[in-house]
Nanobody, 122 residues
Framework: QVQLVESGGGLVQAGGSLRVSCAFS????????MGWFRQAPGKEREFVSA????????YYADSVKGRFTISKNNAKNTMYLQMNSLRPEDTAVYYC???????????????WGQGTQVTVSS
């Protein structure tokens, strides 16, 4: 069974940077595409970024393109989301997900982590 554990969230000022991580276990990591989603209070969960199993294809929501970078270290079974130039509207719980392809639709991912809070102060 796949297990995902996020870490690295916290409080940061607007314009700052933060890196969140997702540790994967239970299966062969390189076989799985991964995604980052986020959910702010009172809002639906939204797509942030996704990466293919080998890590050679990446996808981003327009709202984070040019500011966030997704990466995947298959030797360490870990995925990362480097977030730069953070804005208050980036405040949310960030979730990682694993699935057969780098989808932008949350419902297509069968495996999810518990989430990590990212708060950006103005």
């Amino acid at each position: 069974q796949v297990q995902l554990v996020e870490s690295g969230g916290g409080l940061v000022q607007a314009g700052g940077s933060l890196r969140v991580s997702c540790a994967f276990s239970g299966r062969t990591f390189s076989f799985y595409a991964m995604g980052w989603f986020r959910q702010a209070p009172g809002k639906e969960r939204e797509f942030v970024s996704a990466i293919s199993g080998p890590g050679n294809a990446t996808y981003y929501a327009d709202s984070v393109k040019g500011r966030f970078t997704i990466s995947k270290n298959n030797a360490k079974n870990t995925m990362y989301l480097q977030m730069n130039s953070l804005r208050p509207e980036d405040t949310a719980v960030y979730y990682c997900a694993a699935g057969p392809a780098p989808y932008s639709t949350a419902g297509r991912y069968p495996y999810w982590g518990q989430g990590t809070q990212v708060t950006v102060s103005s």
